[in-house]
C-alpha cells in the first residue's frame, strides 16, 4: 500500500507491481483496453492516437459516437500536444489543480480523430492524482482516451471490482489500485470561449477556482461544448432512485422492500427498511456514494430514497450526481438488470435493520 494525499485527503492506495504496469502499456500500445484508477473513478483507457480502440471503447460501454472522451495525460507539458492557443489561465490552473480532479477543455490540436472529441473543435484534458494511474501514463508516453470504465449511463466504478463486474469481459486488462479518494468525476472547466465555465461539478470548486482565475466561473447546465456527464440522466443505478427532504416521513409512502440514504440515522428509531448512514462532510459521502449504490443494487430493493443533499458550494457536484441518477435510475442495460434479480434471490429480512458508515468506508 503506499499513501496518497489530495487538497486535505489522505487514502491509501494499492501497489501495482511495475511489471503490471509495463504489460499494461504494451496492451495499450497494441490497441488494447485496459481499466485503471485515478483519484476520481477508474478510467477506461486506450491509445488516443488509435483510431480503432477508440472505437473499441466506445462499444464496450454502449457509449453514443457523439459524446466526447477526455484524454488524461502525464503532464501539463503535454497540453501543447493535444490543444491549440492555449491561454496563459490554463498553466496556472494546471499548476495549482495538477496533478487533481479537473478537466480543462481547450481548442482542440492536430493529431486526433474525431471520434475522441465527438466531432467537435475542443478537447479535454486531465493529469490524474494517482500513482497507478501516473505510472502508467508515464510507461505508455502518449494520451489516453479514458470515460468512466462502465456501461454508459450507469454508475461509475470505484473499485476494481465494480469494473469487472460491469466491464469484465470487455477489457484486456483491470490495474487494481485500491478504492478512488474523490469518488465523484472530475470538474470539467470550459476554457475555449472568452469566459471560464463550468460543465460539470466536481471536487475542484468555483471558489477555488476563482482564487487562481480572479473571477467565479459560472455553471452552465446547458449548451457549450458537449461534455461527459451532462446528460439529463446519468450516473444511475439500476434501482429507481428518488430524493426526498425528509425520509423519516416519507420512507412510509413508498413500496417495500426499500432502502434510505441518509446523513443521520432513523429519528424514530428501527425502521421497515435497509437504511444507510452516510458521511455528513460533502467529500467523505461522495467517496462513499457510488460503492452505496452498487451496494443496494444487489439487495433486490423496488426503490432508493435519498434524502436531498445541502444546497451549498461544496455539495454542489453530490447533487449534480443525485439529481441526473434520480432521472435515470431503473432504466439500465441488462448486466444491472441481472444484478438487481440476483440481489432479490439473496433478499435479508430488512425490518430494523440500518448500516452507519464512517467517512472513509466503502460498501463493495
Not at 483519484?39 to 480503432?52: I, K, N, Q, S
Not at 427498511?273 to 449504490?293: D, E, H, I, Q, T
Amino acid at each position: 500500500m503506499s499513501t496518497g494525499y489530495y487538497d486535505g485527503v489522505s487514502w491509501s492506495s494499492r501497489r501495482v507491481p511495475e511489471s503490471e504496469i509495463l504489460r499494461a502499456a504494451e496492451i495499450l500500445d497494441q490497441g488494447g483496453l485496459v481499466a485503471f484508477p485515478t483519484e476520481t473513478v477508474y478510467g477506461l483507457g486506450a491509445d488516443a492516437h488509435d483510431p480503432a480502440a477508440v472505437a473499441r471503447v466506445f462499444a464496450a460501454k454502449g457509449r453514443p459516437a457523439d459524446h466526447p472522451l477526455i484524454v488524461h495525460i502525464s503532464n501539463a507539458d503535454q497540453m501543447r500536444r493535444y490543444a491549440r492557443d492555449i491561454p496563459p489561465i490554463a498553466w496556472r490552473l494546471a499548476e495549482r489543480f495538477w496533478p487533481g480532479p479537473l478537466t480543462l477543455i481547450l481548442p482542440r490540436g492536430p493529431g486526433l480523430s474525431d471520434a475522441v472529441t465527438g466531432g467537435q473543435d475542443t478537447i479535454g484534458l486531465r493529469v490524474p492524482a494517482h500513482p497507478v494511474a501516473l505510472a502508467l501514463l508515464r510507461a505508455f508516453g502518449r494520451g489516453l482516451a479514458a470515460p468512466s470504465a462502465n456501461p454508459f449511463g450507469g454508475v461509475s466504478p470505484t473499485t476494481a471490482a465494480h469494473v469487472a463486474a460491469g466491464l469484465g469481459h470487455a477489457v484486456d486488462a483491470i490495474l487494481d489500485g485500491g478504492p478512488c479518494a474523490v469518488g465523484l468525476e472530475s470538474t470539467i472547466l470550459d476554457l475555449s470561449g472568452p469566459v471560464p465555465r463550468i460543465l460539470r461539478p466536481g471536487a475542484v470548486t468555483p471558489r477555488a477556482l476563482a482564487a487562481v482565475i480572479g473571477l467565479t466561473p459560472a455553471f452552465l447546465a446547458t449548451g457549450g461544448p458537449r461534455a461527459p456527464g451532462r446528460l439529463p440522466s446519468h450516473y444511475a443505478p439500476a434501482t429507481p432512485l428518488r430524493l426526498v427532504a425528509d425520509p423519516d416521513r416519507q420512507w412510509r409512502q413508498w413500496p417495500q422492500p426499500l432502502a434510505v440514504i441518509a446523513r443521520h440515522p432513523p429519528a424514530h428509531g428501527p425502521v421497515r427498511c435497509r437504511w444507510l448512514v452516510m458521511p455528513r462532510s460533502a467529500g467523505g459521502y461522495g467517496r462513499a456514494l457510488y460503492a452505496r449504490l452498487r451496494a443496494i443494487d444487489h439487495w433486490g430493493c423496488r426503490v432508493i430514497l435519498v434524502e436531498q443533499p445541502p444546497m451549498t458550494e461544496a455539495w454542489a457536484a453530490v447533487r449534480d450526481r443525485l439529481e441526473r441518477a434520480a432521472k435515470g435510475g431503473g432504466t439500465l442495460t441488462s448486466w444491472a438488470r441481472q444484478g438487481v434479480r440476483a440481489g432479490r434471490h439473496r433478499h435479508e429480512a430488512f425490518a430494523g435493520s440500518f448500516t452507519q458508515s464512517g467517512e472513509e468506508g466503502h460498501i463493495d
